[in-house]
């Protein structure tokens, strides 16, 4: 085992090396590639395991619209290789560019803007491998060998955090790649005027495939497809916003991924501010804005009002943001920066967590915050 200890960590190459370790330590924490190290900060008991060694991609099927790779592999290798055969992640994983792997993607359950029209990394998901709590590798869904007590696995398995296992394999459905993608800002008086809009643009047969929005009222609108489609779809845009009663602004942007970066590469969260995470609904979002609007911090709401991305500054505590999360009955998760707990405000029923948690590991091998 000396070989596999460095820096009071371990960074096994092999699912047959994390079954070893897993069988040989009492407690363990799961990590990936630090992308999200809110997540797994945790005082100094558990022994911490990179799964980040364990990478590459094992099969990608392009006539079948699959590929697998080990847990480690970064988002950006399965999207160069996706790329090779015109195929993507529609579901648009966010801090790819920060170096986010696809076990860690999983385990933090997140889904960037495309989840709009596509559905969310729940969906995509065919397959997993994990280690469980007894050193055993349970496989659920897609290239099915076993399962353990009778569960969904693969759906059990995103946002789980680490805490019922270490995933060392995924299998996911992938789509083509679109042809071109466009994006248009819509600039309105203010934030429910832009909820207005969108609910306009939801009722009527223009099919967008993200819808982004700002605190002060601008919606961010990303087309996917044929050129001529693209162009069509623009102009549909353009001249319903034009029968609107208040003025509201419609721009091309040249650069449409300066728009999407800022989730893709971290840098919405700069140095060590926290970056948030908190599912909504968008009946409630202007409730939520006014309380982030006393809180003065940034945000943004992206999946058409479904989620809120908040940047939380590091010289306040988030206590003040749990408080407030829990007031407004609503949980949140911190992905960067230091935390004492990365889940704020309401959190989640434990009654199924405990049952898992029971059933793939018992011993309770696997250091998480459920």
């Keep these: ?30 990590v ?11 005082d100094a008991g558990p022994c911490r395991c990179s799964i980040a060694g364990v990478n590459g991609i094992v099969e990608h099927q392009p006539s079948e619209f699959l590929i697998t790779a080990f847990a480690g592999t970064s988002l950006t290798e399965m999207q160069s290789a996706l790329a090779a055969h015109g195929q993507y992640l529609p579901f648009d994983p966010p ?39 007894l050193g055993n590798v349970v496989v659920g869904g897609g290239r099915v060998v076993k399962n353990a007590a009778g569960y969904d696995i693969p759906k059990l398995m ?51 495939a993200a819808i982004d929005l ?14 001529d489609a693209i162009e069509t779809t623009t102009s549909r845009i353009r001249s319903l916003m034009a029968i609107e009663e208040e003025r509201i602004s419609v721009e ?19 140095g060590n501010d926290r970056l948030v995470r908190v599912p909504i609904m968008p009946s409630r979002l202007l409730a939520v ?21 908040i940047v939380w500054p590091e010289s306040r505590p988030v206590q003040q943001l749990d408080e407030s999360l829990w007031h407004l009955r609503l949980g949140g998760t911190v992905l960067t920066g230091i935390v004492p707990n990365f889940r704020i405000g309401l959190r989640p029923s434990l009654s199924m ?7 793939v590991d018992p011993d309770h091998r696997f250091v998480g915050r459920a």
């Design 289 to 309: 804005d006014s309380t982030l609007e006393e809180l003065t911090v940034r945000r943004r709401y992206s999946v058409a009002g479904n989620v809120a991305w």
């Design 32 to 42: 990936g590639a630090g992308s999200k190290h809110a997540m797994t900060t945790s």
């Design 252 to 270: 091309c942007i040249d650069d449409g991924e300066s728009v999407w970066r800022p989730l893709d590469d971290g840098t919405f969260a700069e």
């Design 353 to 359: 967590v405990n049952r898992v948690k029971a059933a």
């Design 95 to 133: 801090l790819a560019k920060r170096g986010a792997t696809i076990g860690g993607t999983v385990a933090a359950g997140l889904s960037g803007a495309g989840r709009m029209r596509f559905g969310g990394l729940r969906d995509f998901i065919v397959g997993i491998k994990m280690v469980d709590g």
């Design 158 to 208: 995103v946002g789980s955090a680490g805490y019922y296992g270490a995933i060392v394999e995924v299998t996911l459905k992938v789509f083509p790649q679109p042809k071109m993608q466009k994006t248009v800002s819509v600039t309105t008086l203010s934030l429910a005027s832009a909820l207005r809009i969108q609910s306009t643009l939801s009722r009527s047969p223009i099919e967008l």
């Design 1 to 30: 085992m000396s070989s596999l200890v460095a820096q009071s960590a371990l960074f096994p190459r092999t699912i047959d090396e994390v079954v070893q370790i897993v069988r040989e330590h009492r407690r363990i924490q799961i």
């Design 214 to 227: 700002t605190p002060e009222g601008t919606l961010w609108l990303r087309m996917e497809g044929e050129s």
